[in-house]
């Protein structure tokens, strides 16, 4: 497994790169020039050329690309044009937000998930089978800003269960910043729990069609017993698999739901740069979500072998 785990970790290096070159170029489309938005439409073009000279983006795009590059590999993510501030600084005072945010999506969407793939297993063609099969198909269709909106529409200004604004650390106060946490995580949740209960209800109805199921069942084991330690267990890789894709796009996902709840976390900030034609902004986020994600699908590969013994690192 070492092996394997230091061959993942070398392939980091090619993804990586693809991913810095993409962006790089790709957020250079945006319509609108960084400095002028920086300055505002007051600014006289000399100004504006001594900024641009001076942030060093009159240079040719492969120039900047190489200079942008090297300074990651030391750590550097840049400075932001909006706040003239280092990107991993506010990367590191945004993310607690954004992976407590998704931590808490993740959980959701598989407390969701997971038991309701199993009952659609069980009672397959049934109308609980199609009852829940239409929930996934809804849970998929709908947008996330629709569901965040409707939510806070719903939850906030006519019930008023939860606050519609603000933000508490869950750090600072559990109980208070989790008020302001579960509607968004929630939201954000749902798409995930559509495709992870799919994924597991499929994996389910193909383990519970072999011969050792009817053997556990002759036996005389509990019926969630077979459920839970033979059928769940066994037919968890591909969901697994699932449950790792989905978690990057919850990364996604939380640019869309940050705005829409006005949390300070990581997405928002994303959503901010972009508007803002913030360059390094954007560049070093996505960059740095990408390093989550190919982290998070690393930890997924070698939670395979708990799962299913047979599987081998070589």
Known sequence: M????????LYFIPTLFIVAFMVFFLVRLIPGDPIQVMLGDGANPETIAAVREKMGLDRPLPIQFGI?????????????????????????????????????????????????GMLAAVYRNTGKDYFFMLLTILGVSAPVF???????????????WFPSIGFVPIWEDFWTGLTYLILPAVTLALHMAAVVARMTRSSMLEVLRLEYITHARAKGLGEGKV?????????????????????????????????????????????????????????????????????????????YTYFDPRIEYN
């Not at 629709?146 to 939510?151: F, I, V």
């Not at 698999?241 to 640019?255: E, F, K, S, W």
Request: glycine share 8%; proline share 4%.
């Open 227 to 303: 459920l839970i330690k033979h059928a769940l267990k066994n037919a968890f890789g591909p969901t697994l698999t699932t449950i790792g894709i989905q978690y990057g796009q919850l990364l996604g996902g939380a640019v869309i739901t940050e705005s829409v709840f006005s949390l300070p976390g990581l997405g928002r900030y994303v959503m901010v740069s972009i508007h803002a034609r913030d360059y390094p902004a954007v560049q070093g986020c996505i960059l740095f979500m990408a390093l989550i994600y190919v982290v998070i699908n690393l930890v997924v590969d070698l939670m």
């Open 146 to 160: 629709w569901l965040g909106l409707l939510s806070l529409l719903v939850f906030s200004v006519k019930l008023g």
């Open 68 to 116: 942008w590059l090297g300074s990651v590999v030391k750590g550097d993510f840049g400075t932001s044009i909006q706040t003239n501030r280092p990107v991993l600084q506010s990367i590191r005072e945004r993310f607690p937000v954004t992976i407590t945010l998704t931590t808490l999506a993740l959980l959701f969407s598989l407390l969701l998930s997971i038991p309701t």
């Open 2 to 9: 070492l092996n394997y785990s230091i061959r993942r970790l």
